[in-house]
Every structure is written in C-alpha cells, then in structure tokens.
C-alpha cells in the first residue's frame, strides 16, 4: 500500500529542561516519513527545503524507502527555521523564532510517480496547500488524515472548514479542538467537530494520551509514564506516522484498526521524545517497537470478566 | 469481609461552571461509604459530626449497610463545613471558606464491634490521627490504604512520613505525588514515594486517569471522557470507596485484582460527577456500575494480537 506525506522539513533549534539544541533537522513530514518507513514502504514525499537541508538527511530517508521526488529544493532560499523553548512541564512551549524562508514558496504539486497512491498524511500546513493537494489526485486516496494547529484557525477558518469537508480523519490535541469547536468539554468538541466533515477525530493530550472518536464510540490510548521526556518536538508527528503507517501496512481502514493504529502511533511518539529530534526515530528497530506495543498492553490490561 | 472507613462527614458548598449549591452534605468518608457500600456490608464508618448533621443522612448511610458506632455526634458543636469554587477546566478550585468546627476535636477511637476488620481506608486527615487508628488495631488489617493531601507534606511531615511506613497503599494526586517527592515525572515520583513506605502508589490525574505502580510494574486507567463534569467534588473520595470495596469484597490485594478495583473506582467517580455532591451515588444500582465498567472496556480495549 502506497502512502504520501505532505507537510514540512525544516530546521529546529531546541531548549528543554534538560538541555538546548543548535540548528537541527525537524519538521512534520521528517518525523511522519521517519515514524512510517517502518511499517510501509515506499513514503511518498511532498516538501520544500532550501540550499541548506543537508544531504545526508536526504540520503538517511531515501535508505528508509521515502521517496524525494516530490521535495522541491530551493537553491538560493534557506529551509524553514523555526525555535522554541520548553517549559517544565513540557506541555507548553514559547516560540523563539520562526522563518519561514521556503516555505514561503510553498507550492506542492503532486508528482505523476505518486498517484494512484492510497493513502494521504496532510501535516500542518496552510490549508489552501493541503485542498491543492487533494485537488490534484486523480483517483481519491481510501484515507485522508490531516492535521492541523490554531493559528489556521484564527487566520484562515474558511479554507479550514473546506478542507475539513475533504478528509476522513483529524487529528489536533485537546487545545485546537476546543478552540475549533468552541466547546471545552472533549466529547462535545468532538461531536462538533465531526459535523465539520472529518469522520474520524483524533484528539491528541500529549503526556495524557489521545482519544480516537468515530460517530458514537470513543477509545483511549494511555502515553507510556515515561522517567523522562527528553523533547517532546516532533511526538505529534511521529504519532501520526505511527498511526498512518500502520493503516497504509494492514489497508485496513476500519474502527477497530484505527484503534491498533493509535497504539502503534503512541508507541512511536514514546520513543521520539527520548532524544533531541528524529534522532531516536533513526536507531529503533522492530524488536524496540513490540516491545514498546506490549508495554501498551501491559499498561491498560485488565480482566474485566472478575470485576463483576 | 469488613471494611473500616476513616474520615470527614461534613457538610461543602460549592460552586462549579454549571450551578452553585447551598450548603449539601460532604467529606471525605461519606463519598467513600456511600461508594464502597455498593460492594461490601457492613462498612464500619469512624468520623465527627456536630448536632447539624442530618438524621436522613445517618439513617440513609446506615440503610446501605454503614455502621456509625465509631461516628461521634457532638451535641453543641457544628460539623465541619468547606465552601470552594470551580474553575472551567474543573482541575483546580479556590478554597472559599473552611470551618473545621467539630474537626478540631476528633480523636477518632476504633469501636470494639470494628475490631478484626481486614481492610482499613484512611481518609485524608491529620497523619497523626491516621496513626492513632492503625495504633488501635489489636490486628493489623490484612490492607490499609490511605488518601493525604498537600497541607499535611507542609505543616506535618514528621508525622506523615511515620504514617506511611505503616500502611500499604497511598492515593495522592499529582501534584501531591509531585510535591512529596520532590520530582516532577511521575514514574521518578512514584519510585521515591514507594521507597518512603508503601509497597503500592495509586496517583489520580483527575480527568486525566490514574496509575498504580507496583515494583517496577505500572498500571493505567482513563477517566471516562463525559459531556460534563458538573462538580467534581468527592471524585478522589468516591473513587477510593469503589477501590476499597471491590478489595474488600473480593479479599483479593493481589496486583491484578488491584487492577480491576481501580476500574470500579474510576466507574464510581464518573457518576459522581454528574451531580452535586454525593447525589449521584444514592441513585446508582449495581447494573448502572456494571454498564459504566464495561464503557471502560470498550474505552482501552484493542486486539493487540493483529498490532504485530
């Protein structure tokens, strides 16, 4: 089963409680294209980078089965560039910088080699690109997942709304749901958001784990009680690829699955929180990632036949 | 099997988002009797009550099988009275008044009737107190179990540090998981408190779940996402009465069974939530608990099997 990932590669500079980054390679459609390349192959990617994404990174995601040819490489424009400090919590970040540098340019356009592909992982982006995006499939992907944050919400909610009508699956974390849906409580923001279009809503609570709903059902995956959160950067993303590339692996598209799905996203984004960047992404292995799933079972398991 | 209950009767007003109430009935040992009776009888109830506390609620404690010989009346005092106010997110409250009238008083004594009873729950109260009952006990409860708050860590830590070296299970919140051990993760936070006296940790994160850590062995369960919380008031109290009972029902303090009680504890507290004060609970019958437990089946329950 063929997947694309649309969202951005860029640089991140990084302080935490428990260290402080230079320049390093980030962005959304990094850590999905990292998280999914060990469950489906080939990744089909869509980004901007400029002069200065280096090309061992290229090299590192072409060896992990991600396809480049949809990454436009600006030659005299820098990569997007975005900076954050996190508090000790590490729930809440300050922004430092951010240049956009490329991704000002930012025009995807879907290569003819990624047609035909099934599934489709929009990351946070303007959401005019992401309906361009949609627009240019000639046959509609089984499954469409975006995401999505709130500046787009208080900047752009008409085009938000429309490509909400385009996709099958939302993810956002609890704050954008209920700044989206204009309802505190999670069930009724959900309730609300999937009138918007998205049959699926995955509501991310970051060291409080994600709730999966789908018309009137819910499911809760844990996040694993971690001893310490390194850098929570990227576990988002790394979520979703998770989560994408275990739909893209099995094609199976149905509750039940989805709900595997988010565990195997959950387990992914545990692991990238342990280093600073992708870094972590790069080392696992598929024994790390069962053993991580079984400690998901172990995590919530219970014999409820002898509760009653 | 019998269960002593140790704690406050008395009366809250509270104010929440949704509504504001008059002064109600409260404490930390009513939400726990009016819990843990749906699962054990009888439950031996030690606590302090001034000439205002209501008859119909005596008599309604005590026609659910809760025994008030160790419950003092004072004849020329109040009871003990708690005025606060919730914010939005329902997680934090305001302190608006608080009268210990008859509190300052209780010297609680464990009725010879009381005497040989397998588990002990200590409401949360002045560590000394909690020791003078586990002092009382001519047998050492096969489980004691003990709720604390942040107050006592600051003005009584002497005394509280004594105390849980003589019980089994602590429930504390995060944030008091967090204070009594000086470290923010909580896997870190659990390690340190374990090692202060209890063999288990129990922390409640509110809307966010609760773990139970063990040795090296943790264990998680959700908090049911609800359209509304309406006042979260005796949530922690009803879930430790669910938790106790099924222990005590079942004379089962194996890790798993564990487990499986704090489930009924979780199901407890979703319906206390639904209404002001302990309202909710005088409702409820045995076929309401068992369809909640089973929405938390549905709510974690995956096929991990097809995950590999």
Known sequence: MSLIVVGTMAFDAIETPFGKTDRIVGGSATYVAYAASNF???????????????????????????ELAGVDVIKDKKSFFWSGRYHLDMNTRD????????????????????????????????????????????????????DTMNFWMEVAMPQL????????????????????????????????????GPKYLIIKKGEHGALLFYEDQVFFAPALPLEEVFDPTGAGDTFAGG??????????????????????????????VEKFGPERLKEITQKDIDGRIQQFVDLVNFDIELVK
């Open 40 to 66: 489906v192959k080939p990744v089909k990617q869509i980004s901007i980078v400029g002069y200065d994404f280096p090309q061992e990174e290229m090299d590192s995601l072409k060896s992990r089965g991600v």
């Open 95 to 146: 922004t430092l910088v951010t240049d956009l540098n490329v991704l000002l340019d930012f025009d995807p356009k879907v290569p003819e080699s990624y047609q035909e592909s099934e599934f489709l992982m929009l990351g946070n982006l303007d959401p005019k690109l992401q309906i361009k995006v949609i627009q240019q499939m000639k046959t509609r992907p089984k499954l469409i997942v975006m």
């Open 161 to 196: 709304e429309e490509v909400l009508k385009m996709v099958d699956v939302l993810m956002v974390n609890d704050s954008e749901a209920r700044e989206l849906s204009g309802q505190f409580s999670l069930v009724k923001a959900a309730k609300e958001i999937m009138k918007m």
């Open 243 to 272: 989560f994408i590339g275990h739909i893209a692996k099995t094609g199976d598209i149905s509750f039940n699955n989805m709900k595997r799905a988010i565990i195997v996203g959950s387990a992914l984004a545990s692991f990238c």
